[in-house]
């Protein structure tokens, strides 16, 4: 197991992708803290899940948003396990899609915040409790193209996400390695939610891999670049897409 001995945080763990990244750091023998915000019972889940596996797992509730929130899962991950080596920033959001005329101050503010300004959070409360390890930002393909209709407050915090990743790689290296990830279509409820489902078989009929993501393509990512496997890349961001946006 490459991550025995190591704890995790994974952010937005009570369901899709954080669940999935959650499960698989934990198979790969890493303690996990896992947040969540309105999902107890996903939570609940995914602690359940990583205890099957024989592994040790802790859920906390907070709104990563609120720098109280963010030190209260730091000091239950400490008091829990004794320190942080991973940190994945999974949480966040869309909200709704909404064009810039449609926009209102309040709505841009709380897509920043919850995708933006929670990485920062994190990262910063993690800082004095990580002398070493690995940061895994969960940014979005929508960083890269704009993302689609009303996704331009969405789109523009994954940018941001990206460029905070250089920039942090740059800064806390070489003790610790910052990398992101770029996910397309991933088969989850943030697309259950905001795109059609028409969109979504065009999407896969145009794929050169001929199908979505799933949650489980993005952790076993994620896991590799929190693992000593990465250990010469630092600062990417890495497209995770079916082949639909090459960079």
Not at 59 to 71: C, H, I, R, T, Y
Not at 76 to 85: C, I, N
Not at 133 to 157: H, L
Not at 163 to 168: A, C, F, S, V
Request: hydrophobic fraction near 45%; include cysteine; charged fraction near 20%.
């Amino acid at each position: 197991m490459k991550l025995q001995g190591k704890t995790a945080i994974v952010t937005g763990g009570g369901r899709d992708i954080g669940r999935a990244c959650a499960v698989k750091l934990a198979a790969e023998g890493a303690n996990v803290a896992i947040n969540y915000f309105a999902s107890s019972a996903g939570a609940e889940e995914t602690v359940k899940q990583i205890k099957a596996l024989g592994g040790k797992a802790i859920a906390v509730q907070g709104d990563l948003s609120k720098a109280v929130d963010v030190e209260t899962l730091v000091t239950r991950t400490l008091e829990a396990f004794g320190g942080v080596d991973i940190l994945v920033n999974n949480a966040g959001g869309l909200i709704a899609r909404k064009t810039i005329a449609e926009m209102s101050l309040e709505h841009w503010q709380a897509v920043m915040d919850l995708n933006l300004t929670s990485t920062f959070l994190m990262i910063k409360a993690c800082l004095p409790h990580m002398p070493s390890g690995a940061i895994v930002n969960i940014a979005s393909q929508a960083g890269r193209d704009g993302g689609g209709p009303g996704a331009i407050a969405y789109a523009t915090s994954k940018g941001a996400v990206m460029t905070m990743t250089r920039g942090l790689a740059k800064e806390l290296g070489p003790k610790i390695r910052v990398n992101a990830l770029c996910p397309g279509m991933i088969d989850t409820d943030f697309h259950n939610i905001f795109t059609k489902d028409e969109v979504r078989r065009n999407v896969e009929a145009a794929s050169p891999v001929k199908r979505q993501g799933t949650s489980e393509d993005v952790a076993n990512l994620v896991s590799f670049l929190a693992s000593d496997d990465a250990a010469f890349i630092t600062g990417a961001n890495v497209d995770i897409n079916g082949g639909m946006l090459f960079s």
